[in-house]
């Protein structure tokens, strides 16, 4: 082994979505890029659950890898601020021009019957996060 943290699929087809975001969105000049969400710069939540433990963990000490959040950084012009927030409110995004928002949210990861619901949406804050989020001109849920 190199050393190196493996792609591997989830690797990829997150690779594949930065180089498309790259190529629609960011390439483009912006000044200022927000990024928000629970899930935006949280590894292990972006693996999910029986990833590194059975029903999942909060993290980005556990596993070799890069967050949503890094790899957006990483894919930008020098000269862009990428800004974090994992919940803005209305008064922060009101008082900050981003051109674009980048939000990042999802299901807290489980496995089987511990995690399991009837009720098929994503836990708050991800719909407010998106909501305050909405006047901006991209916008990512994964």
Request: glycine share 8%; hydrophobic share 35%.
């Amino acid at each position: 082994m190199s050393g190196k943290p493996s792609l591997g699929l989830f690797g990829f087809v997150f690779l594949e979505l930065i180089i498309k975001l790259y190529r629609r969105f960011l390439s483009k000049k912006a000044s200022k890029i927000l990024v928000a969400g629970s899930h935006a710069d949280n590894l292990s939540y972006q693996c999910g659950g029986w990833t590194l433990q059975w029903q999942g963990v909060s993290g980005n000490n556990l596993t070799a890898g890069i967050t949503i959040l890094s790899a957006i950084k990483a894919a930008v012009d020098p000269r862009t601020q990428v800004v974090y927030n994992e919940n803005p409110d209305d008064k922060y995004m009101k008082s900050n021009k981003f051109d674009y928002a980048i939000v990042v949210v999802g299901e807290y990861p489980y496995a089987e019957f511990l995690g399991d619901s009837s009720n098929l949406t994503i836990p708050e804050p991800g719909p407010t996060t998106i909501n305050r989020s909405n006047h901006t001109p991209l916008m990512i849920e994964s």
